[in-house]
């Protein structure tokens, strides 16, 4: 299994493009998180998914959206990309939100906007 | 507004010794609470969990829950370098949804 995969794992962006960043697990796991990390920062919980077609926002969606077409893929789509959006892109799975469920993390996505 | 809220360190301690990494959260409704270390460059990786009042114990790990005074901590024994890291607290605040709120991370120093 490769777990949770993304891509790419570097972009520089300039201001005002859009980009997509890819996950993709396969573990067949319900639940898919993206987080963002800025330097120094813990995680923030951008968007997640408790099922294909079923999204959600966390706690700073704003410019960015999501979709959930199958049970493996959660990509996050940027659009009209913002230095603010320059951080660390982490993608998350797991099977169930039961106590203690483990979260598998994605290797990340560095994002540079200038 | 939910918070997990760590100090940001550096917590140096030598090789050996017992490292104590605290965290406290703003929800005293507030389910399970995990530990997860992160290496410069690397994503997390989750160490141990706990839901109930007291210690869980994971070989040179101790996890301690304290409910009524909104606090987690996270105990190292025997620290190496190889321990070296930021330790990331995050905290399940709403059940319903059940994703973790992490808190900014201590950054952890062990010095050989």
């Known amino acids: 299994n490769a777990g949770v995969t993304q891509t790419p794992k570097f972009r520089i962006l300039k201001i005002g493009q859009s980009m997509t960043l890819q996950c993709a697990q396969d573990?067949?796991?319900?639940?898919m998180y993206w987080y963002r990390q800025d330097p120094g920062m813990g995680l923030k919980l951008i968007y997640y998914s408790v099922g294909a077609g079923i999204t959600d926002k966390g706690e700073v969606p704003n410019g960015y959206n999501v979709s959930r077409s199958t049970t493996e893929d959660f990509p996050l789509r940027l659009e009209l990309a913002a230095p603010s959006q320059t951080s660390v892109y982490f993608c998350?799975?797991?099977?169930?939100?039961?106590?203690?469920?483990?979260?598998?993390f994605g290797s990340g996505t560095q994002l540079s906007v200038l | 507004q939910k918070e997990v809220e760590q100090n940001s360190g550096p917590l140096s301690v030598p090789e050996g010794a017992i490292a104590s990494l605290n965290c406290t959260y703003s929800d005293r409704g507030s389910q399970s609470f995990f530990w997860y270390r992160q290496y410069s460059g690397k994503s997390p990786e989750l160490i141990m969990f706990?839901?109930?009042?007291g210690d869980k114990e994971d070989g040179r790990f101790t996890a301690q829950l304290n409910k009524a005074s909104q606090y987690v901590s996270l105990l190292i024994r025997d620290s190496q370098p190889s321990d070296s890291a930021t330790y990331l607290c995050?905290?399940?605040?709403?059940?319903?949804?059940?994703?973790?709120?992490f808190g900014s991370g201590t950054r952890l120093q062990v010095q050989p």
């Open positions: 573990m067949n796991h319900n639940y």
């Open positions: 998350a799975s797991s099977y169930s939100q039961g106590m203690g469920e483990k979260l598998f």
């Open positions: 995050a905290v399940n605040f709403d059940t319903g949804r059940r994703a973790l709120t």
């Open positions: 706990i839901y109930s009042n």
